[in-house]
């Protein structure tokens, strides 16, 4: 079983800085691709930004200049900052990591319950 639980997140004023973790646990062998989704309210759902295993970084041009992936493989935890904040930057943001549980040939998709971040005044 592999779970992935996220802190961070809530509500921040327009200009300010929120940091999002997301830490997979469980039977883990491997983690490949880690990485940030979004839905805001009546939206599709849409990247935000990945990591690969290697650290290879990719950003939603929206957000390029802004926020901010990392991850430390020691702990299974992946990380987003988040600056200057926008108010079109509210949404649910969601985790997922594809892990590699032992005896398994594939690799899987898992995502986090998700959490909402609020940018307003």
């Known amino acids: 079983q592999v779970q992935l639980v996220e802190s961070g997140g809530g509500l921040v004023q327009p200009g300010g800085s929120l940091r999002r973790a997301c830490e997979a646990s469980?039977?883990?062998?491997?983690?490949?691709?880690m990485g940030w989704y979004r839905q805001a309210p009546g939206k599709q759902r849409e990247l935000v930004a990945y990591?690969?295993?290697?650290?290879?970084?990719n950003y939603a041009d929206s957000v390029k200049g802004r926020f901010t992936i990392s991850r430390d493989n020691a702990k299974n935890t992946v990380y987003l900052q988040m600056n200057s904040l926008k108010p079109e930057d509210t949404a649910e943001y969601y985790c997922?990591?594809?892990?590699?549980?032992?005896?398994?040939?594939?690799?899987?998709?898992?995502w986090g319950k998700g959490t909402l971040v609020t940018v307003s005044s």
């Open positions: 990591i690969s295993s290697g650290d290879r970084q």
């Open positions: 469980g039977t883990i062998f491997s983690i490949n691709r």
């Open positions: 997922y990591a594809n892990i590699k549980s032992p005896g398994n040939y594939y690799a899987v998709d898992y």
